[in-house]
């Protein structure tokens, strides 16, 4: 009898454990302040937002008994509770830096001149080889490749840090807003459709 009542209430634990369901959703307001700032130390030369020392105390309510189960069983309920993006890893500060020198060597000109800009995925494409003599055509591509390979990196970077692979398409679009939101005046970018337009 006692071993039937363990077996029962093992099933039921299963059970319940089996249908929680903790959805993580993608915390865009988020990702859209991580990256404004990320963006915004590229593209201004400024250097990186500094760090909190300690972060703000929290006052919590005393959990309700049921609620400390849950906790128990699926403890990621409470993490998902308040979500945010981390960008700075030591793989993205060492992307950040790369891409701050690339933007004050070869790319600002390059985005100044029209020649290159910002694409609809979060990646910079040539718009126009003839606005670059052709002596420097080379050091354009070669530079708009190493662009574009940090840029993939960092997206992969930021969702690997996270803990969430699969965020990585939204942390690509976050960031291709951000970029062009953040463009100066005369640069250009693609719409929605994928024409060129210019800021």
């Not at 993939?152 to 690509?172: C, D």
């Not at 953040?182 to 800021?199: E, F, L, P, S, T």
Request: aromatic share 8%; hydrophobic share 45%.
């Amino acid at each position: 009898m006692r071993k039937l009542v363990y077996v029962l209430l093992t099933t039921m634990l299963v059970a319940l454990v089996g249908c929680v369901t903790i959805n993580v959703y993608f915390p865009e307001a988020a990702a859209q302040k991580a990256a404004d700032r990320f963006i915004g130390t590229v593209i201004d030369q400024g250097a990186p937002p500094a760090r909190n020392a300690k972060p703000a105390p929290q006052t919590q309510e005393p959990a309700q008994p049921s609620a400390m189960l849950l906790d128990l069983l699926v403890p990621a309920a409470e993490a998902a509770q308040t979500p945010d993006i981390r960008v700075q890893t030591p793989a993205a500060e060492a992307i950040r830096g790369r891409m701050q020198a690339r933007f004050g060597g070869t790319l600002k000109a390059l985005l100044d001149a029209g020649a290159v800009g910002f694409g609809r995925d979060g990646l910079v494409a040539v718009r126009d080889a003839g606005k670059i003599p052709l002596s420097q055509r080379a050091q354009a591509s070669a530079a708009v490749a190493d662009e574009n390979n940090d840029r993939n990196a960092l997206y992969h970077e930021i969702a690997r840090a996270n803990g969430h692979p699969e965020w990585e398409p939204q942390i690509r679009e976050t960031f291709a807003k951000g970029w062009i939101e953040r463009a100066h005046a005369g640069w250009y970018y693609q719409d929605a459709a994928g024409a060129w337009k210019q800021k």
